[in-house]
């Protein structure tokens, strides 16, 4: 562990204290997250192929957050080329670690704060967008490298 994820750790799971943030601080919260490796990825390159090599992703190796574990966040959302990379996310997080998956898409100068109880406040002048898939059996047609991806379900999506 580093000394920052003991001590938001620690803060979130001993004290129960509220958690929250903006941009990278927000980002950081859910159980999986964009790792941004190797850079950012827009919109059109993840959905052109969910394995694009800037779409990288770490799961469960930061903090425990029993209520955001399988959340994924993205942050800048009134950014509309952020908003089909969360979809992608979601899709990944399906794929590779067999999870159902919540997005939460938060705009700049906005933050969602959670609970200890896993209660969730809105704070900021943005929009907050909260996405939830429909169980595993909803899992997408095509997420493989080199093509797009299809989570459509026959116009059910």
Same mark, same amino acid.
């Given at each position: ?5 003991? #001590? ?15 941009? #990278? ?15 950012? +990825? ?14 990288? @992703? ?12 399988? +959340? ?14 969360? $979809? ?15 997005? $939460? ?5 906005? #933050? ?31 997420? +493989?490298?080199?093509?797009? @991806? ?6 059910? #999506?």
């Amino acid at each position: 562990d580093t000394k920052v994820e003991a #001590a938001i750790n620690y803060l979130r799971n001993v004290k129960q204290i509220p958690i929250g943030g903006t941009s #990278a601080g927000c980002a950081i919260l859910g159980g999986t997250y964009f790792s941004a490796l190797y850079g950012t +990825v827009t919109s059109s390159e993840s959905l052109g192929n969910p394995y694009n090599r800037y779409l990288t @992703l770490g799961h469960n190796d930061f903090l425990s957050q029993p209520y955001l574990s399988n +959340v994924i966040t993205d942050t800048h959302f009134n950014n509309p080329d952020r908003r089909g990379r969360l $979809i992608t996310f979601l899709a990944r997080m399906n794929q590779d670690y067999g999870v159902v998956g919540r997005g $939460i898409g938060v705009d700049e100068s906005t #933050a969602v704060c959670i609970e200890s109880d896993g209660t969730g406040r809105v704070f900021g002048s943005g929009t907050t967008f909260f996405l939830s898939q429909n169980g595993l059996a909803s899992k997408p047609e095509t997420c +493989v490298n080199g093509s797009p @991806l299809d989570w459509y379900r026959n116009r059910q #999506a």
